[in-house]
């Protein structure tokens, strides 16, 4: 799947690593959206398991198991299957909690624990709509970039439609 075209309700880009300390942390990637639902409802979305489990699986998955424990600290692990019946495992540790605002976390499959990243999503209320901004960092290498950028494009396009 290609990256999403530029409109009012999606984007995507990446950064290049402008330091080379930036480099080695790895690639980044940031997506956003712009969802029709006060900022309330999608921080609800983000961490309320039985709202993730609607949305927080990509592509062709079915979200199997969703929790959160929305707290610094806390952890929360997300259970998706594919078609093929291969279950994926992420889980993580949230870094900052702003209810409504911000939420940063650690992200690892549990395949590739080695491999932890971090997400940071930022809520911007806009008039009766929210812009979702989603930063993932320290990622692997470039392929595993393009991998979340297209999962995370997918499973923010099913948030969106959650308040279609």
């Known amino acids: 799947m290609s990256t999403q ?87 993580g540790t949230y870094l900052e909690v702003v209810p409504e605002e911000k939420l940063a976390f650690t992200w690892a499959w549990r395949s590739a624990p080695e491999r932890e990243s971090r997400v940071t999503v930022v809520l911007r209320a806009d008039g009766a709509t929210t812009e979702v901004m989603l930063r993932h960092e320290r990622l692997f290498d470039e392929a595993t970039r393009d991998a979340h950028r297209e999962g995370w494009s997918s499973a923010l396009d099913r948030l969106m439609d959650l308040f279609e």
């Open 5 to 91: 075209p530029s409109s009012p309700g999606h984007s995507t880009e990446h950064s290049a690593g402008a330091t080379s300390a930036a480099a080695r942390a790895g690639p980044s990637l940031i997506v956003r959206r712009r969802i029709d639902a006060s900022a309330a409802k999608v921080y609800a979305a983000w961490t309320q398991g039985e709202q993730l489990i609607r949305w927080m699986h990509p592509l062709d998955t079915i979200c199997l198991h969703a929790e959160a424990d929305v707290r610094v600290g806390g952890r929360f692990r997300v259970i998706m299957r594919s078609p093929d019946g291969e279950e994926h495992d992420a889980s």
